[in-house]
């Protein structure tokens, strides 16, 4: 029974195309996150939602987009794509940080964008 | 501001040596610590965590991990390695108030040898 899920898996497209990740968990929390991973692994935050609200949005550029229609969900829409967003993003959840942020995080299996 | 250092890209151990991946922090106050796993083209799984009291904390597959306050540090530790523990392994960092982002570390790849 998959906690955290993410599709597509993979997403191969165009420079300047519009796209969208979905992301949905059923674990009943209240926080979602969407990181980015780059070819050298690194991790980065991109935005936080709590119970639907946006909560952190680290610098990302506005052709990134999160919706949350609802706490289990959490969507990311990416217009005119470019070749820096090839990359690994990974979208996570939790308990809310803010009364427990001992809480670890639950990823999901990611989902592989290359623009060509 | 906080932060994590994992100095190593890549850490080598044969099959049944003891391993140890090394982290150390920064963060203002105490600190939640934490240790993922990624396996290849999977998200990251959860390992362990410290939250207060004990200093050596017990997680997932025989891992476990070492809190020293004095020199901000947190490595990971296994007494005997497996060739499936291979992966790349993440630390990560959080201050009390919830209101930072989890900072994460550039990650070691662990490679067991047979």
């Known amino acids: 029974d998959t906690a955290v899920s993410q599709t597509p898996k993979y997403l191969v497209t165009q420079m300047g195309n519009d796209k969208s990740i979905k992301c949905e968990q059923n674990?009943?929390?209240?926080?979602m996150y969407w990181y980015k991973q780059d070819s050298k692994k690194f991790l980065k935050i991109m935005f936080s939602?709590?119970?639907?609200?946006?909560?952190i949005n680290e610098t990302v550029p506005n052709r990134f987009s999160p919706k949350s229609p609802d706490k289990a969900h959490l969507n990311l829409h990416i217009n005119s794509l470019e070749l820096g967003d090839s990359a690994v993003y990974f979208c996570a959840s939790s308990q809310d940080p803010a009364r427990g942020p001992y809480n670890e995080q639950f990823f999901g299996p990611g989902t592989r964008l290359t623009v060509l | 501001a906080q932060s994590v250092a994992q100095p190593e890209d890549q850490v080598n151990v044969a099959e049944g040596n003891p391993l140890t991946v090394k982290c150390t922090y920064s963060?203002?106050?105490?600190?939640?610590l934490f240790w993922y796993v990624q396996y290849p083209n999977r998200g990251l799984q959860f390992l362990l965590k410290?939250?207060?009291?004990?200093?050596l904390v017990k997680g997932s597959y025989g891992f476990e991990a070492e809190f020293n306050k004095s020199q901000t540090s947190f490595h990971l530790k296994k007494p005997s390695a497996l060739v499936s523990d291979s992966a790349l392994y993440f630390c990560?960092?959080?201050?009390?108030?919830?209101?930072?982002?989890?900072?994460f570390g550039s990650g070691t790849r662990l490679q067991v040898q047979p």
């Open positions: 674990l009943g929390h209240d926080t």
């Open positions: 410290y939250i207060t009291g004990d200093n």
């Open positions: 990560a960092v959080r201050d009390r108030t919830g209101r930072r982002a989890l900072t």
């Open positions: 963060v203002s106050g105490n600190p939640y």
């Open positions: 939602y709590n119970n639907k609200e946006l909560i």
